[in-house]
């Protein structure tokens, strides 16, 4: 899935190849956090595991955090999944201090085809545009205080 990215090695090289070869090369500005999580996707809960990999930028930085969720199992529907999301640094005011939040989400599923899976593809979608919202909600709630 890395490979669907050509701005990923051209502006976060380390962070890249790290994804890449881990447990190699590892940067000193990135953290490893393993967790699982049991995730209603579909019609049945869905276990997966989950290495999330976090790098923050300096202070002359553009980009201050890049934030990996690489899926490492799933207990079914999901082959492979990678989110990736990027706090870019918005400006030099600081009067007027904020960033843009950058989210790219894929993943390829299996089992997805034919009428059962057309259903199961309905539910999936519908949750997971559902979830987004809620996750950018409180994302906005919390920086602003809500």
Same mark, same amino acid.
């Given at each position: 899935?890395?490979?669907?990215?050509?701005?990923?090695?051209?502006?976060?090289?380390?962070?890249?190849?790290?994804?890449?070869?881990?447990? *190699?090369? *590892?940067?000193?500005?990135?953290?490893?956090?393993?967790?699982?999580?049991?995730?209603?996707?579909?019609?049945?809960?869905?276990?997966?595991?989950?290495?999330?990999?976090?790098?923050?930028?300096?202070?002359?930085?553009?980009?201050?955090?890049?934030?990996?969720?690489?899926?490492?199992?799933?207990?079914?529907?999901?082959?492979?999944?990678?989110?990736?999301?990027?706090?870019?640094?918005?400006?030099?005011?600081?009067?007027?201090?904020?960033?843009?939040?950058?989210?790219?989400?894929?993943?390829?599923?299996?089992?997805?085809?034919?009428? *059962?899976?057309?259903?199961?593809?309905?539910?999936?979608?519908?949750?997971?545009?559902?979830?987004?919202?809620?996750?950018?909600?409180?994302?906005?709630?919390?920086?602003?205080?809500?």
């Amino acid at each position: 899935m890395l490979s669907y990215s050509k701005a990923l090695p051209e502006q976060l090289p380390e962070f890249y190849n790290y994804l890449l070869a881990y447990p *190699k090369a *590892k940067p000193t500005n990135v953290d490893d956090t393993f967790y699982w999580a049991r995730v209603k996707f579909g019609l049945k809960p869905t276990l997966r595991v989950v290495q999330t990999v976090t790098m923050r930028g300096g202070p002359a930085d553009s980009v201050a955090y890049a934030i990996a969720e690489k899926q490492l199992y799933s207990s079914h529907y999901f082959e492979t999944a990678l989110d990736l999301s990027f706090c870019i640094r918005g400006g030099d005011d600081a009067k007027q201090p904020g960033f843009y939040l950058i989210m790219a989400m894929g993943s390829e599923q299996a089992g997805l085809t034919g009428v *059962k899976g057309s259903i199961v593809r309905k539910a999936a979608v519908g949750r997971s545009v559902s979830n987004l919202q809620n996750a950018l909600t409180t994302i906005r709630n919390t920086l602003e205080g809500r």
